[in-house]
């Protein structure tokens, strides 16, 4: 009978195949879930002071204070929302009704309004 080694022979190799193989210690590192020791610290610049933003400061008796300056760029946004366009400057705001008056900006500065990719807003600018 022949067939019997035959079967023996491919049987034995099925045996020793790849079906039992343990891990190769030698292989790639796998990814594992939990965080390592070797994991780079926040770089210092993260844990840096926040550097001042040039929005403007709260007003005094002459200054004008964040509250105005909010009230001046929500009459901007609804302007845009009524009139599908944004005004030219802010006295378009004042000239169309949507705010009555613009407060007084404080010396050197004046109202402009700022086109950015993300839309648009009041800021004070230098004169």
């Known amino acids: 009978m022949r067939i019997c080694p035959l079967v023996l022979l491919v049987a034995l190799s099925l045996a020793t195949s790849s079906c039992g193989r343990a891990k190769n210690p030698s292989g790639p590192p796998e990814a594992s879930a939990t965080p390592t020791s070797e994991m780079p610290a926040a770089p ?12 403007p400061t709260p ?11 909010d ?9 845009v929302r009524v009139k599908k366009v944004v005004p030219r400057d802010v006295q378009e705001l004042v000239s169309s009704g949507f705010v009555p008056s613009l407060p ?23 004169q």
């Open 104 to 126: 007084s900006p404080p010396a050197g500065k004046k109202y402009v309004i700022l086109l950015h990719p993300l839309g648009y807003s009041v800021v004070l600018a230098d």
């Open 59 to 69: 007003g005094g008796p002459t200054g004008v204070g964040q509250a105005d300056l």
């Open 44 to 55: 210092p610049a993260l844990n840096a002071p926040p550097t001042p933003s040039p929005q």
């Open 71 to 79: 009230a001046v760029n929500q009459a901007l946004r609804q302007y």
